[in-house]
């Protein structure tokens, strides 16, 4: 074989391995873009999913937020009527008192009086009924007690003896009868359904 002739086949040997390189090369391109493509879907297929995820996390939070708050709403309109008909209660209570009622509420709390000197809280002009309604209960109490009336009619009585103070007002027993009265009233008012 002579030197052109192995020039020729070195030449031929030499383009065969440099498009076998082309084309390992080609390949090897082709793989690492078709893997670079699957990473891409695989990392926008997490991203996407995680997003849905995500957005009804916070679409069921909103919503969430959304009842809370018209509930919290709901609850103070409701604390709101409780409270008008708490008011409008108190107002009626003053025209329900009397001689009869203060008489009645007097022979409660006198036993717990004790033997020391009294003074009786009346409604304005309700004095002379409460002395005689006090001397029919307890001739001595009447002869140890001042009566005298109150700043303004709110129906009752009122009995303090030495440091303790014995309301039987008809707002102050609205006040203690409030939480049970105010639980069952809500019950009645804004019962669901």
């Known amino acids: 074989m002579g030197y052109p002739e192995l020039l020729r086949v070195l030449g031929e040997e030499a383009a065969r391995e440099a498009r076998e390189v082309r084309a390992a090369a080609e390949r090897e391109s082709a793989r690492i873009v078709e893997e670079a493509r699957a990473a891409a879907a695989s990392a926008r297929d997490s991203v996407l999913a995680r997003e849905r995820v995500e957005g009804a996390a916070r679409r069921r939070a909103a919503h969430e937020a959304v009842a809370v708050e018209r509930e919290r709403a709901l609850l103070v309109e409701r604390r709101r009527l409780l ?15 009397g001689a009869a009622l203060d008489a009645a509420l ?23 009924e409460a002395r ?14 001042v009566v005298r009336a109150a700043p303004e009619a709110r129906g009752g009585v009122e009995l303090v003896a030495g440091r303790r103070v014995l309301d039987d007002t008809l707002p102050s027993r609205l006040e203690r009868a409030w939480p049970a009265l ?12």
């Open 132 to 145: 005689r309604a006090l001397a029919a209960l307890d001739a001595g109490a009447a002869a140890r007690a």
């Open 83 to 97: 409270e008008g008909l708490r008011d409008e209660a108190r107002a009626r209570l003053v025209a329900e008192g």
């Open 106 to 128: 007097l022979a409660e709390i006198l036993p717990e009086a004790g033997d020391g000197p009294l003074e009786l809280v009346v409604d304005p002009g309700a004095e002379e």
């Open 182 to 193: 105010e639980a069952e009233l809500a019950e009645l008012l804004f019962a669901e359904g």
